[in-house]
């Protein structure tokens, strides 16, 4: 079983569309990170939220923990080409975990 | 199948002291990560292998980290005279070089829990 689910499982949208990855986890979130995975790079680390309801932006990027610190979302607004990749969650749950990864294809 | 693994799950170690840290990638990925984890931080890159290329070891924090791959397969990462600053969770990573849709996509062990007292 994964500690952490992320869905979708992979998106491709338009150019210019907003999209949303969803990250959830079955206990307490103490801090949540997103990355981003481009091959060859290794992982680009996006942001860490560690208060319930906090919500943190990067350029068009905004993650939010809700309340409950159990979910984390990552909205992506006027999506590019720029943004495709795999995204992935992490958190610190006794080791570290990583969310089961969303593939997102822009098409221009 | 077999994942990464990574020995050993937890290391306590004195400060001054060497340590070494073992990845097991999944069998055919040419790609090897390694990343640490410290608290309250984001994954930070620490070095690349890929082939017989020479690593790319930009993320290395000082010169008492080093890391080899032996004949395309296992890693070590070792850490010299460690610092508590060092203690945090390494974390390695593999992947295939296929492109396309899933490929490249890096499969990360459970990670060394290290601790510098």
């Known amino acids: 079983s994964q500690e952490l689910e992320q869905s979708p499982q992979s998106l491709i949208v338009q150019e210019g569309k907003n999209l949303t990855i969803n990250c959830t986890s079955s206990?307490?979130?103490?801090?949540l990170y997103w990355y981003k995975q481009k091959y060859g790079e290794g992982l680009i680390f996006l942001m860490m939220?560690?208060?319930?309801?906090e919500e943190k932006s990067h350029e068009k990027i905004t993650a939010k923990l809700d309340e409950k610190k159990q979910q984390s979302s990552l909205h992506i607004t006027a999506s590019q080409p720029s943004h495709a990749g795999i995204y992935l969650c992490?958190?610190?749950?006794?080791?570290?975990?990583f969310g089961t990864g969303t593939s997102l294809t822009v098409i221009p | 199948g077999a994942g990464v693994s990574q020995s050993p799950s937890n290391k306590v170690t004195e400060k001054g002291k060497d340590v070494e840290l073992r990845c097991d990638p999944i069998?055919?990925?040419?790609?090897l990560y390694w990343y640490r984890q410290s608290l309250g931080q984001g994954l930070e890159f620490l070095i690349y292998f890929q082939g017989n290329s020479a690593p790319d070891k930009s993320g290395l924090p000082s010169d008492r980290f080093s890391a080899e791959r032996t004949g395309g397969s296992v890693s070590t990462l070792t850490i010299q005279r460690t610092q508590q600053e060092d203690s945090a969770v390494y974390l390695c990573a593999s992947s295939s070089t296929t492109g396309g849709t899933g490929g490249g996509t890096q499969y990360f062990g459970p990670g060394t829990r290290l601790t510098v007292l």
């Open positions: 992490g958190a610190d749950i006794n080791q570290f975990y």
């Open positions: 069998s055919g990925h040419t790609a």
């Open positions: 939220l560690q208060k319930g309801g």
């Open positions: 206990k307490t979130l103490y801090g």
